[in-house]
């Protein structure tokens, strides 16, 4: 079967060309101007974008937080994912029970994948408690045989690992070429903050952020930049930066000439301010981990975007939904089940918010939402870049489109989404994975299932 794509405006890391794109079965086979494709079908772009999938490498479907799970599934999930013109995603394992070995988790979650994605899909293993010889050797047992090559481990929460273990960890990244996934907070400052918050009665939803203040995320993206340094540069990857306080120690670390690390920074990030939780109730919907901060931490970050100073911009999707998994937390915000929805508005939000307002270019677009994220995390050029032989991966985005974005179009479990009424510029038309329309408009059009493992190889920064 044949396909082509005509007279569209492609755009990559480096280009936006008008060109034509052939695709046979599952592949692209030709990209450029005036190709011609007897037979083929034809789908026509004029006026469009035709931009690579989009790739988030920072989600958490089915999530189990001990007292419940994220709301989204593997299916429910993949379908915003890909209504939001995110073609693939890597998600962020949860935690196992306590002191599980690293394949407790891998199992567990093919059980959980397995047959529901509607998009291709691979996992970021998950470090916890303990990082001793049988972990360790677990990480290049997994990365051989599952195409697991990533290992995320936190500086905060009961299962973080101490800096004996995060050094180990390390080590054994750079010896084996793996990459470290970093939650990058001071758990000191944020267990002792919270808990003299919550003895003093201050319990509602404007106290998260001050539990969690920026110097909380500067002080452990500094650590771990000098304990991958010290490690002899191994693969290090900061998740969800927030705070200028945490970019500042992220430029520090360029300008002194450390290139083995790589940054993502999430839509939220970019987009919502911590004025949100002023309203005791509303503000629970945006109770996440980092918390959202101020105006100049956003402008902060895309300047830092504008200037090639960060890698990614990824979601953090973490749904729950509002009239009740969120209303844990409405007596105390240490209750409330920390995440949000994002995988559906990344795309769409980004563009208008970035590009529409000239703070990023196209083809930067391109490369933090498509070619770092796959590129990092060991995809690329499968995925990531429309060219002859990736994978037929595209989104058709019409510029001149406007919309609101509101919860009740959204595609996810979630009953809202942070980024209610936001006006924006430019809108999905056409989604497709491996040559197969999944979404046509707003409506999905694929089918539960058809999205594939991916046992991915090794990092670009490894
Ligand atoms: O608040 C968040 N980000 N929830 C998801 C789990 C995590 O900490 O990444
Ligand atoms: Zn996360």
Redesign the pocket.
Known sequence: MKTIIKNGTVVTEKDCIQSDVLIEGETIKEVGAGINAEGAEVIDASGKLVLPGAVDVHT?MD?DVGFTRACDDFYTGTVAAAAGGTTTIVD?MAFGPALCDLWHQVEEYHRIADKKAVIDYGFHGVLQERADEEILSQMKEIADKEGITSFKLYLTYDQMLSDRDVFAVLKKAKEEGLLIPV?CENDGIIFNLRNRFVKEGKTEAKYHPKSRPAEAEAEAVNRMLYLAEAAGEAPLYIV?LSSRKGLNEVLAARERGQAHFGVETCTQYLTLEDSLYEDPKEGLKAI??PPLRKKEDAEALWKALSEDMLDVIAT?H?PFTFKEQKQRGSEDFTKCP??APGVEERLPVIYSEGVGNGKITLQQLVKYLSANPARIFGLYPKKGVIAAGSDADIVLLDPEKERILTASEMHGAADYTCYEGMKLKGDIDLVMQRGKVIVRGREFTGAKGDGRYLKRGASSLA
């Open positions: 958490h999530l962020h939650h969800h996440m981990s953090d973490c920390n995440g």
